[in-house]
């Protein structure tokens, strides 16, 4: 399995920051304390979002697969290279 795209539930998110702790290269919190994505260019949003737009495109699979289980609310949606959903 590889991870390909990555969403943030802006309606789901209640700013507990797991994710940003767990992955801080690929999750910060924004003004109104919702995880978002740093992707390249300095942009941010919630996604959905390819691994390959990340500003740490590098990131391990399983550093996304620990902050996406972190998060209380499972906010954190993860799709593998096939299309199919991995988490949660």
Do not use: H, W
């Not at 940003?20 to 304390?33: I, Q, S, W």
């Not at 992707?39 to 740490?56: I, M, V, Y």
Request: proline content about 5%.
């Amino acid at each position: 399995m590889a991870i390909a795209k990555i969403t943030v539930d802006r309606n789901l998110c209640i700013g507990a920051s797991p994710c940003v702790f767990a992955a801080g290269t690929v999750f910060e919190l924004d003004a109104e304390n919702k995880a978002v994505l740093k992707l390249k260019n300095a942009a941010k949003n919630s996604g959905p979002a390819e691994k390959s737009q990340l500003e740490d495109d590098q990131v391990a699979d399983d550093v996304l697969l620990a902050a996406a289980q972190s998060c209380p609310v499972r906010a954190i949606v993860l799709v593998d290279d096939t299309g199919k959903q991995v988490y949660p």
